[in-house]
């Protein structure tokens, strides 16, 4: 794994996440209502590098949660993984979008000594937040199109992913891995 790092085929300067839905087809457990048609379904958050390959384990939760307290779950795991490894993370950039705007998620990418680069959800108010504006570069942001949400593109090429056809959630989330196990593989392959 360290030849990865040694290589420099992983760009960790900017980490790019967002979470994706899956409708289920059959009950089971860890399903929740997603909010839309009726549907149930289970959501993930994923985290990638520049180069749209995944670098930490998924966090899965029922389709009816919200992402952004999964995103506090999610950094253990990124730099338990990135330390195992022996990548440096410290001045990493973490791109997310508005769902993720609150002061405990950017406190967390903080204390990991980490730059959160999230777009301010306005959430509806009418006069500006008071106090100083946060980090936000719109060009990086610009970049989850062609990483996080590429990758995600990439996992409906997975047919048995598309509809969540298992009633155990440990099955489905294990071919989820084979999934993003497989398009990591196909980028070291090409490269």
């Known amino acids: 794994m360290s030849r990865l790092h040694c290589d420099d085929r992983l760009d960790t300067r900017v980490i790019h996440g967002d979470g994706t839905t899956s409708a289920a087809k059959k009950g089971g457990d860890n399903l929740g ?5 009726k549907v149930k379904g289970c959501k993930v958050v994923a985290l990638c590098d520049r180069n749209c390959k995944l670098i930490a384990p998924f966090v899965p939760a029922p389709g009816d949660r919200n992402e952004s307290p ?88 997975f047919r048995r992913l598309l509809l969540r056809f298992e009633r155990i959630s440990q099955l489905h989330y294990a071919l989820k891995t084979l999934a993003y196990t497989m398009i990591n593989l196909l980028h070291y392959c090409h490269s």
């Open 70 to 157: 999964l995103l506090r779950q999610a950094l253990p795991r990124l730099t338990r993984i990135a330390r195992a490894v022996g990548l440096d993370l410290r001045g990493t950039v973490v791109s997310l979008d508005g769902v993720y705007d609150c002061r405990r998620n950017r406190k967390a990418i903080f204390n990991r000594c980490m730059v959160p680069n999230i777009n301010a959800n306005s959430r509806g108010r009418k006069a500006q937040k008071r106090g100083r504006k946060a980090l936000f570069n719109p060009a990086i942001f610009k970049e989850r199109i062609r990483t996080i949400e590429r990758v995600f593109a990439w996992e409906g090429k």
């Open 33 to 37: 209502f997603s909010g839309h048609k």
